[in-house]
């Protein structure tokens, strides 16, 4: 284990402060509900904190339909020319009981849909549910509850922010860049899905933690029982979290394999079996007792048929996969700029139209493909091995995102969407890039890896700290550009 840099810790806990006062500035600017699914996943969280696991795609509750019908903004999916005079109507929780008694009858009514999202796997509703008990326990009611479960994600964040610097520690230790850069860059992270009730905020934080696990348990000559069981129920949260986690969870899988190998033949192998079991074991149990739970209440193992077929998805013959857009040039394009533009900047729409701005999209499309590349070319001219013969972190962490892009873009192979209206037939592509933010760590760690080489290669050695600054002040002001228009609603926080 690299011992953390001293002189470094109280740039990181300030960093952690900071990530939290972003988290809330910008999530207490966002009002209710936003369209990535936030009723959805609002509901499951008051569903768990009574208790209730849900056994089947079931309609929202009516403690849920009440919060959505007076507190819901109209301002993500709807236009102003939608409305006379071309002006929002003030929010109903504003107005008198008796003016708004019949509108929200009709919103209740509305609002009165199934949860597609019942099936997701349980952990951060559990803690989002036990969040939401809090807050009633307390006797905080309305809109300012709504704002208190989003604002869990102060913490969330903040202890990712430690996450990140804990593993640049372990993988780049001789990099200052990398060290600050990967906690400041989740600091400032422009990413939406920070800023709302969903799964996606938990994915970063416990493969982040379950990350740092795997790499102590590779790097053990001999792994301990105890290390192997905290890494194994660490990979067991990371799919409790999240089933688009699923291709981190194979190549962890495939790592641990192989340090089994590596254990045999160097004849270590009976030492190290008791640690591999309990890995396996820790690991196993908990996700079997979830995939039992979905085979018997939703049908298979992982609990999506049921959703598939509510969005009346339907499986694409296999050998009409090669006729997919993917495999061409401009289509490839599109799914991949797409997908790394929505993983730095988030899916929100504002006003029927996406909340993005084009130059800033292609701002983050470049980084990404530019410095990638250049940090996986530093490793192989190092040789690409770590201690003792094994993979390089920074492969590992490539392997970690090619695993997530090419999952989503096996998905967009499979399925017929039909008239979905995302994705679609007119556009068949997973571009969510919320689905694969339990890769946000690694990711990061090639970025600044890639900027690292950058700066050496054109001969700016010495200007590493100004080019994290430089970086930093482009996520701050694109996102006061993209954002700025939503701060004026007056249905957010600010406006109580």
Same mark, same amino acid.
Request: hydrophobic share 50%.
């Given at each position: 284990?690299? &011992?953390?840099?001293? /002189? +470094?810790?109280?740039?990181?806990?300030?960093?952690?402060?900071?990530?939290?006062?972003?988290?809330?500035?910008?999530?207490?600017?966002?009002?209710?509900?936003?369209n990535? @699914? +936030?009723p959805?996943?609002?509901?499951?969280?008051?569903?768990?904190?009574?208790? =209730?696991? &849900?056994?089947?795609?079931g309609?929202?509750?009516?403690?849920?339909?009440q919060?959505?019908a007076?507190?819901?903004?109209?301002?993500?999916?709807?236009?102003?020319?939608d409305f006379p005079?071309?002006?929002?109507?003030?929010?109903?929780?504003?107005l #008198?009981?008796?003016?708004?008694?019949?509108?929200?009858? !009709?919103? =209740?009514?509305?609002?009165? /849909?199934?949860?597609?999202e019942?099936s997701q796997?349980?952990l951060?509703?559990?803690v989002?549910?036990?969040?939401w008990?809090m =807050?009633k326990?307390?006797?905080?009611?309305?809109?300012g509850?709504?704002y208190?479960?989003?604002?869990?994600?102060?913490? !969330?964040?903040?202890?990712?922010v430690w996450l990140?610097y804990?593993?640049?520690?372990?993988?780049? #230790?001789?990099?200052?860049?990398?060290?600050?850069?990967v906690?400041?860059?989740?600091?400032?992270l422009?990413?939406?899905?920070?800023?709302g009730i969903?799964?996606?905020v938990?994915?970063p934080?416990?493969?982040?933690a379950?990350f740092l696990?795997l790499?102590k348990?590779?790097?053990?000559?001999i792994?301990?029982?105890?290390?192997?069981?905290?890494?194994?129920?660490a990979?067991?949260a990371?799919?409790?979290?999240?089933?688009?986690?699923?291709?981190?969870l194979?190549v962890?899988?495939?790592?641990v394999?192989?340090?089994?190998w590596?254990?045999a033949?160097?004849?270590?192998g009976?030492?190290? %079996?008791?640690?591999?079991?309990?890995?396996?074991?820790?690991?196993?149990?908990?996700?079997?007792?979830?995939m039992?739970?979905?085979r018997?209440h939703?049908?298979?193992?992982? *609990?999506?048929?049921?959703?598939?077929?509510?969005l009346?998805w339907?499986h694409?013959p296999?050998a009409?996969w090669l @006729?997919h857009?993917l495999?061409?040039l401009?289509?490839?394009?599109?799914f991949?700029?797409?997908?790394l533009?929505?993983? %730095?900047q *988030?899916?929100?729409? %504002?006003?029927r139209q996406?909340?993005?701005?084009?130059?800033? /999209?292609a701002v983050?499309?470049?980084?990404?493909?530019t410095?990638? &590349?250049?940090?996986?070319?530093e490793r192989?001219?190092?040789g690409?091995?770590?201690?003792?013969?094994?993979p390089?972190?920074?492969?590992?962490?490539f392997?970690?995102v090619?695993?997530?892009?090419?999952?989503?873009?096996?998905?967009?192979?499979?399925? @017929?969407? $039909? @008239?979905?209206?995302?994705?679609?037939? =007119?556009?068949?592509?997973?571009?969510?890039?919320?689905?694969?933010?339990?890769?946000?760590?690694p990711?990061?760690?090639?970025?600044?890896?890639g900027?690292?080489?950058?700066?050496?290669?054109?001969?700016?050695p010495?200007?590493? *700290? %100004?080019?994290l600054?430089?970086l930093?002040?482009?996520?701050?002001?694109a996102?006061?550009?993209?954002?700025?228009?939503?701060?004026?609603?007056?249905?957010?926080?600010f $406006?109580l």
């Open positions: 284990m690299v &011992p953390f840099q001293a /002189n +470094e810790r109280s740039a990181v806990w300030l960093l952690c402060l900071i990530a939290a006062g972003h988290v809330f500035i910008y999530a207490a600017a966002f009002p209710f509900f936003n990535v @699914d +936030e959805a996943h609002f509901d499951l969280a008051v569903s768990y904190s009574h208790g =209730e696991i &849900p056994r089947s795609l309609y929202l509750s009516q403690e849920s339909l919060y959505l007076v507190y819901s903004s109209l301002q993500f999916l709807a236009s102003e020319t005079g071309g002006r929002m109507p003030p929010p109903l929780w504003r #008198p009981m008796e003016k708004i008694a019949p509108v929200l009858q !009709l919103r =209740e009514a509305s609002w009165r /849909n199934i949860n597609h019942a796997p349980p951060y509703y559990l989002a549910g036990g969040w008990g =807050e326990f307390c006797g905080l009611d309305g809109l509850a709504l208190g479960l989003r604002f869990l994600n102060l913490f !969330l964040v903040g202890s990712l990140g804990a593993a640049a520690c372990q993988v780049v #230790p001789g990099s200052q860049l990398v060290r600050l850069g906690p400041a860059l989740i600091a400032f422009p990413q939406t899905a920070f800023y969903s799964n996606d938990l994915s934080l416990t493969f982040g379950a696990l790499l348990f590779l790097r053990a000559d792994p301990g029982v105890k290390g192997g069981a905290a890494a194994g129920l990979l067991a990371v799919y409790l979290t999240k089933l688009s986690n699923l291709p981190l194979a962890s899988a495939l790592l394999l192989g340090k089994g590596q254990l033949r160097a004849g270590n009976r030492a190290a %079996w008791p640690a591999l079991a309990a890995l396996a074991l820790a690991a196993a149990i908990p996700m079997a007792g979830w039992t739970w979905c018997y939703f049908g298979d193992v992982t *609990g999506s048929a049921a959703k598939i077929a509510f009346g339907t694409r296999l009409e @006729d857009p495999f061409t401009s289509g490839c394009g599109v991949l700029s797409g997908l533009s929505t993983f %730095w *988030g899916e929100f729409m %504002w006003l996406p909340l993005a701005l084009k130059g800033v /999209n983050y499309v470049i980084l990404s493909v410095l990638i &590349p250049l940090a996986l070319l192989r001219r190092s690409g091995a770590g201690p003792a013969g094994r390089g972190e920074v492969w590992v962490c392997w970690m090619a695993a997530s892009v090419l999952f989503l873009g096996g998905l967009s192979l499979l399925y @017929d969407f $039909h @008239d979905c209206f995302y994705p679609s037939r =007119e556009h068949p592509y997973f571009t969510s890039g919320r689905l694969m933010l339990g890769a946000l760590i990711f990061l760690l090639l970025v600044l890896c900027l690292e080489r950058l700066l050496e290669r054109v001969g700016l010495r200007a590493k *700290g %100004w080019a600054a430089g930093i002040l482009f996520l701050v002001m996102e006061i550009a993209t954002d700025w228009q939503v701060f004026f609603s007056q249905y957010n926080w $406006h």
